[in-house]
């Protein structure tokens, strides 16, 4: 190893380093006694409810979203305490994955540029929001050394022309921590108190990479010790979101659009009253506004029902995010930063009164059909158990599966990025098997796309599942496969990609989910609706 390489790996390794020594020098008191000390607060402040809110990466996209930003949290701490959740800001994320691709394949310059893109970027909004001069050396400083560590950490894979997963972790968390100083500093500049907290002192994951879990117990422990003294004087924390860390101060990732579920883990491990994700849209939508005219916002649903949209395509919410509140029974709110008027979609434990029936509609075109099929399945022993655990295995997300009434073919549906390493997988597992011609072949199909039917009871109300598939036969629609599942709140099912848009369309027709319902269920789409890409996939 040359000696640059050597004093780059050192440099690399001080980054985890010092992360580790944070986590080790962070007072924590015991987990009772923070949990005393914070329902003692509450008991003194029963009138002053607990709002978490999450501000996604449009929400602090420039100095005039971070204005709106700050006009929020200054309305809503009148009469709650406060705790902000951030993203990025709109497209850092991506630009910084790119910078580590780039340092990969050995692009310097491109990297170079990239930094330079993002520094100006950043540099711009905090010389419009700070006008104090102390703040904003303060913010600066701190930036300056943020972008320093991922130049450290993307020449450190020039170099090694490899891009570990922790260090792509490392590079993409950047943008959440450079938000959350210049949030806080904006809102300190309005006359709140507040301060920056790092997520890597409060969330306790395990070691995957990419996309960590929390240990939740851990993370209740930190919660409690490091944001409690800060809510009980008023100050106003501002989270990263997105990332957390290790027992031993790793730092991960939540995987992305893991901000959401930054802010139910803080929600829960703080036993908030309520939950607010502030994104660009109203809220959670009856299907895709730029597939199906006349979608409106649903005002009320499940959270089986909201978990089910998000798991199948509604990207205005992380899959993972309902997890977290769903033993408290925290409220959940999804509302629109540009239009806080509005009062969004409120996700509860069993949704409004006299719910059932279809809410809402959603699709994916970016999936993978892989069949596992052929006469001899039959005999294969354990097949379905050992299909999952091989998906497991490589932690690929089974959006759905299906088998034929012979039992000849097992159909699972996958996201497309994670289609090539399941197929491969999959042939490990059943080498034998194939070679027996026992399985006859294991195949994949990308001109897929999935719909799913969602609401309170879709499968045991008559006349649904009829309906569904009458309205998609009267369109020509052909079913490619129905999924198998335990779920009363959805209905499935494989179409082309090319029938997609008119499955959606004739279902959204047929249960006339963009009728005015007097207001009771839905609103329809208002003009702050024009950002509708991070709705449905």
């Known amino acids: 190893m ?53 501000f996604g990466g449009t ?47 050995g692009s310097r310059k491109t990297v170079t540029s990239i930094f330079e893109q993002l520094r100006a970027k950043h540099t711009s909004v905090v010389d419009a929001l700070i006008h104090s001069a ?9 930036m300056q050394e943020i972008f320093q560590e991922g130049e450290q950490l993307c020449e450190g894979t020039l170099l090694l022309h490899e891009l570990t997963p922790r260090a792509r972790d490392l590079i993409s968390s950047l943008g959440e921590r450079l938000s959350a100083p210049l949030v806080a500093a904006a809102l300190e500049e309005n006359g709140m108190a507040s301060e920056a907290v790092e997520s890597t002192l409060l ?32 100050v106003i924390p501002v989270v990263t979101g997105f990332i957390g860390a290790t027992t031993e101060g790793a730092l991960t990732t939540l995987g992305r659009g893991g901000s959401d579920y930054s802010a139910t883990i803080l929600g829960a491990a703080l036993d908030a009253d309520e939950v607010i994700i502030w994104t660009d ?67 509860t434990p ?27 399945i039959v005999g294969v022993p354990d097949v379905l158990g050992r299909t999952f655990a091989t998906t497991t295995s490589v ?24 289609a090539k390493t399941t197929v491969e997988a999959l042939r490990r597992e059943f080498f034998q098997d194939l070679a027996q011609e026992k399985v006859e072949h294991i195949t994949v199909d990308s001109t897929v796309a999935t719909v799913t039917v969602v609401g ?32 009363e709140c959805n209905i499935s099912f494989v179409v082309g990609q090319k029938d997609m848009k008119v499955a959606l369309v004739s279902i959204h027709r047929e249960f006339q989910l963009g009728d005015d319902l007097g207001g009771s269920a839905h609103d329809h789409i208002g003009p702050h609706q024009q950002q509708v890409e991070n709705i449905l996939g």
């Open 2 to 54: 040359t000696t640059r390489l050597k004093n780059h790996m050192a440099k690399l390794s001080q980054i985890s380093v010092g992360i580790n020594i944070n986590m080790c020098t962070e007072s924590v008191p015991s987990s009772r006694t923070a949990s005393e000390r914070l329902s003692e607060h509450f008991r003194r402040n029963p009138k002053v409810p607990l709002q978490v809110m999450k």
């Open 59 to 105: 929400s602090v996209g420039d100095a005039t979203c971070i204005s709106n930003v700050v006009d929020i949290v200054r309305d809503a701490s009148r009469a709650n305490t406060v705790l902000v959740v951030v993203s990025a800001m709109a497209g850092v994320t991506n630009k910084l994955i790119e910078a580590a691709t780039h340092a990969e394949a």
């Open 134 to 142: 102390a703040g904003r050396n303060r913010v600066n400083r701190r």
């Open 203 to 234: 969330v306790v994951t395990d070691s995957y990479h990419g996309s960590a879990d929390p240990k939740i117990d851990l993370t209740r422990e930190r919660c409690q010790a490091r944001l409690l003294p800060l809510l009980q004087k008023g």
């Open 281 to 347: 849209v109203d809220g959670l939508l009856t299907a895709d506004p730029r597939l199906v005219p006349g979608a409106c916002t649903v005002h009320e649903i499940s959270y089986q029902e909201a978990a089910e949209l998000a798991h199948f395509g509604a990207k205005v919410l992380h899959p993972k995010t309902l997890r977290a509140v769903m033993h408290s029974g925290i409220p959940l709110w999804i509302r629109n930063t540009f239009a806080p008027e509005r009062t969004g979609t409120k996700i």
């Open 350 to 376: 069993s949704g409004p009164p006299r719910g059932e029936g279809v809410k809402a509609l959603t699709a994916i075109s970016d999936v993978a059909l892989i069949t596992v099929g052929g006469p001899g």
């Open 395 to 418: 932690r690929a997300d089974v959006l759905l599966i299906s088998q034929s009434s012979s039992q000849n073919n097992i159909c699972l549906v996958v996201h497309s990025a994670q």
């Open 456 to 487: 309170q009871n879709v499968r045991g109300i008559s006349g649904i599942v009829g309906r569904t598939f009458t309205a998609l036969d009267q369109e020509n629609v052909k079913i490619i496969a129905i999924a198998q599942g335990a779920s």
